[in-house]
């Protein structure tokens, strides 16, 4: 046995150092904080990737109800997949719990991935291929847009409000509002990418 400087025996260690421990508790810490930022991420364009195929199917089925009626379903500034919207029928967008018929272009709308604002599903139904005039009984609507937000880039969306249309060819520049007073979406298309 070897007594060191200031009466300290020294001899075979049994065991690590604090500073041994430290420095591996760190390296841990550093390398579990970079694992869940990347799963956050990966989890963020997940929700994106959804979003755009939700989309990308809604789109598919207004067509179908379209063909079959001659305009898209009635309906100022909807949430998609909460409460009035719970699945497209021929006839239109049909209450959350209401039954859809078996040949339902989109038999249940499912709500956003995050379901929170700003994270919302929205349709419109206009009349005139340039205004925000909305449609009712009475008028044809021959035109619709559909909103929604992502919370990254994705292909040619970008992150924040997208907004498609089918037909509608108002100008962004041009100071149009929605024909609602929900603010859970853009409340006009200067909002939109």
Same mark, same amino acid.
């Given at each position: 046995?070897?007594?060191?400087? =200031?009466?300290?025996?020294?001899?075979?260690?049994?065991?690590?150092?604090?500073?041994?421990?430290?420095?591996?508790?760190?390296?841990?810490?550093?390398?579990?904080?970079?694992?869940?930022?990347?799963?956050?991420?990966?989890?963020?364009?997940?929700?994106?990737?959804?979003?755009?195929?939700?989309?990308?199917?809604?789109?598919?089925?207004?067509?179908?109800?379209?063909?079959?009626?001659?305009?898209?379903?009635?309906? #100022?500034?909807?949430?998609?997949?909460?409460?009035?919207?719970?699945?497209?029928?021929? !006839?239109?967008?049909?209450?959350?719990?209401?039954? &859809?018929?078996?040949?339902? #272009?989109?038999?249940?709308?499912?709500?956003?991935?995050?379901?929170?604002? #700003?994270?919302?599903?929205?349709?419109?139904?206009?009349?005139?291929?340039?205004?925000?005039?909305? &449609?009712?009984?009475?008028?044809?609507?021959?035109?619709?847009?559909?909103?929604?937000?992502?919370?990254?880039?994705?292909?040619?969306?970008?992150?924040?409000?997208?907004?498609?249309?089918?037909?509608?060819?108002?100008?962004?520049?041009?100071?149009?509002? =929605?024909?609602?007073? !929900?603010?859970?979406? #853009?409340?006009?298309?200067?909002?939109?990418?």
């Amino acid at each position: 046995m070897y007594v060191g400087h =200031f009466g300290h025996v020294k001899g075979n260690r049994k065991g690590f150092t604090l500073i041994e421990l430290l420095v591996v508790i760190a390296i841990i810490a550093l390398l579990s904080t970079l694992a869940v930022v990347s799963l956050n991420s990966a989890r963020a364009r997940a929700r994106d990737v959804n979003r755009i195929a939700f989309f990308t199917n809604l789109k598919t089925a207004l067509e179908v109800v379209a063909a079959s009626k001659n305009q898209y379903p009635i309906a #100022p500034g909807v949430n998609l997949g909460a409460g009035v919207a719970g699945c497209l029928d021929t !006839d239109g967008f049909k209450a959350t719990g209401s039954s &859809c018929s078996a040949q339902a #272009p989109m038999p249940q709308i499912q709500g956003d991935p995050t379901n929170s604002a #700003p994270y919302v599903y929205k349709y419109y139904a206009f009349q005139d291929p340039t205004t925000t005039s909305a &449609c009712d009984a009475n008028t044809k609507c021959a035109h619709y847009m559909i909103t929604f937000s992502l919370e990254g880039d994705a292909g040619s969306y970008k992150k924040g409000w997208n907004c498609s249309t089918e037909k509608f060819s108002a100008s962004k520049s041009v100071a149009t509002t =929605f024909p609602d007073t !929900d603010t859970t979406g #853009p409340t006009a298309l200067a909002d939109c990418n």
